[in-house]
């Protein structure tokens, strides 16, 4: 009837003659069977199919209609043979005619159940005594065959167009629901203890630290589906057949998400097709790497588009880059209590981010997470305009940290902090990282901070060079450090930076 054509698999209810399929049972009717100014005939049928299977047959073949709507929520089954004869009716009296005899194919299953309500079980399910008598008075207004049993039990028989009470608690659920939720006492739950604990392990904890930390970068939470398009899927490195929807929510909803990237992506997108194309967004979730328990990671993740911000008279905006989304996910990090100090950025990013632009985040031969500029051929899949950063980090990945100790004083030094900068000439291929972990590497208890300030790459140096500033922070904990002292740290500083880089110092 919707002017489509469909391929059907067997486990879709059709009604078909000799010809071959007319109709999807309980979904939507054929195209040749349908009523025109000329039909004479008309077969009128009222059917009783099965809901999971109507449903499954919608869901499947994306196809949304009233008839499905209600065969999937289950119909009446003692309404069939009435529902007949009140269409067959309407149609004599409004249009003439003449009926023919009723054909039954098949049976009604039957209906009729009958559960035992415990006089006890309002109070122990719903918190609210409630006396037998009102309770049976209750279910008769709402349809039910009630008798009392010995003991103020209650012997139910739900009626037929009540196909969602199927047992004890349901009757508590239906008596409850007409005495009134707020007839429930409120009762304070009893404390093992009166000292406090926290009702979150320090494990559990790490979700929330991660999301009020995002949140505090500027970015805003998002919740999108656990599922995505397979060819979506794809190209984020999922889709394995053990993680395709049998039974899918929409066509094109039919894989388990191998990364939170594509529906931030996707986000995004909206909000630039409506006229907010500066968005940054963040979700908290699960991912799917395989179909095993440890294949379910739980994962953060994040995209920059466009513009850092709006036009301003002081400043002027910038795209949003991997180092924007590279700080959140290392705030993530932090957040969680990984060592942010020992956390090494390696150029191997997966193929969905931009090569060169992109990196992965590592302790040792663990990885935290993924940071950069989304691939431009990825984003032309999803119809997103670049540029578009994302990050992802993984929870699980990080370990649980040690039993809690009390925590040391804050002790500040007295002494004044004194401030060094270094140029170094480098191979314009050399990382940053590594100098800033030679650099560490010199005095753990003497450095306090270390930052990198400039790159240069032009004039003045030679082809296949750039030249990294750092400066560096001393902070003496226990005296004032000599001229001799400190030009002694600065020579050890350069000589380890030139063996490990290989640069010089820049003159």
């Known amino acids: 009837l919707n002017g489509q054509e469909y391929a059907l698999d067997p486990e879709i209810t059709v009604i078909a003659d000799s010809v071959g399929v007319q109709s999807l049972g309980g979904v939507i009717g054929g195209e040749a069977t349908a009523c025109t100014e000329a039909t004479t005939e008309v077969l009128i ?34 309404f069939v043979r009435d529902g007949l004869e009140i269409a067959t009716r309407l149609m004599l009296e409004l249009c003439g005619g003449e009926a023919s005899e009723v054909i039954t194919a098949g049976a009604v299953p039957d209906w009729r159940r009958r559960y035992v309500l415990h006089a006890d079980r309002a109070a122990s399910l719903g918190g609210l ?32 167009w009540r196909g969602d009470i199927v047992g004890e608690a349901d009757l508590v659920e239906e008596v409850l629901r007409i005495k009134g939720y ?22 559990q904890r790490r979700a929330e630290l991660v999301r009020r930390t995002l949140a505090e970068r500027g970015l805003t939470e998002g919740v999108t589906f656990s599922f995505v398009a397979a060819r979506e899927a794809e190209l984020f490195g999922g889709a394995k057949p053990e993680l395709r929807l049998v039974n899918p929510i929409s066509a094109d909803l039919d894989a388990m998400r191998p990364s939170l990237l594509p529906g931030l992506v996707a986000a995004a997108r909206r909000n630039a097709d409506r006229g907010f194309p500066d968005v940054a967004l963040f979700e908290l979730g699960p991912l799917y790497r395989d179909d095993t328990p440890k294949g379910q ?12 911000g709006p036009k301003h008279w002081r400043a ?30 390696a150029a191997d990013p997966p193929a969905w981010y931009h090569p060169g632009r992109a990196g992965t ?11 950069g500029e989304l691939h431009p051929a990825v984003l032309e899949a999803l119809d997103a305009r670049p540029p578009i950063a994302g990050f992802e980090v993984f929870l699980d990945a990080v370990s649980a940290p040690r039993a809690a100790r009390t925590k040391p004083s804050l002790r500040l030094s007295v002494f004044q902090p004194i401030e060094r900068d270094f140029a170094f000439v480098v191979d314009r291929d050399l990382p940053a990282e590594t100098l800033l972990r030679a650099a560490r590497g010199v005095d753990r208890k003497l450095v306090s901070e270390i930052r990198l300030f400039d790159v240069y790459e032009g004039t003045g140096l030679a082809e296949g060079k750039k030249s990294l500033a750092i400066t ?6 226990e005296r004032t450090l000599t001229e001799a002292e400190i030009e002694g740290f600065s020579k050890r500083l350069i000589a380890l930076v030139e063996k490990a880089t290989g640069g010089k110092l820049r003159a």
Do not use: W
Not at 51 to 73: C, H, M, Q, W
Not at 472 to 477: A, F, G, N, S
């Open 129 to 160: 005594d409630i006396p037998h008598d009102e309770s049976a008075e209750i279910l008769r207004a709402l349809g039910c065959a009630v008798e009392i049993l010995a003991g103020g039990d209650l012997s139910v028989e739900p009626p037929s």
């Open 472 to 477: 560096v922070v001393l902070q003496p904990p």
């Open 297 to 308: 990671v739980l994962a953060a993740a994040g995209v920059r588009s466009a513009r850092t």
């Open 45 to 78: 049928e009222a059917a009783l199919f099965d809901p999971v299977r109507t449903a499954a047959t919608g869901r499947k073949l994306n196809i949304g209609s009233d008839a499905r709507y209600r065969f999937e929520r289950g119909l009446d089954p003692a």
């Open 316 to 345: 002027s905006a910038r795209d949003a880059d991997l180092y924007d989304v590279k700080a959140d996910a290392l705030a993530a990090l932090a957040a969680m209590g990984a060592p942010a100090e020992n956390i090494q950025a």
């Open 182 to 203: 707020d007839q429930i006492p409120a009762v304070p739950l009893e404390r093992a203890t009166p000292l406090s604990r926290p009702a979150l392990a320090p494990v």
């Open 361 to 371: 985040l590592r302790l040792g031969p663990t990885v935290l997470g993924a940071f």
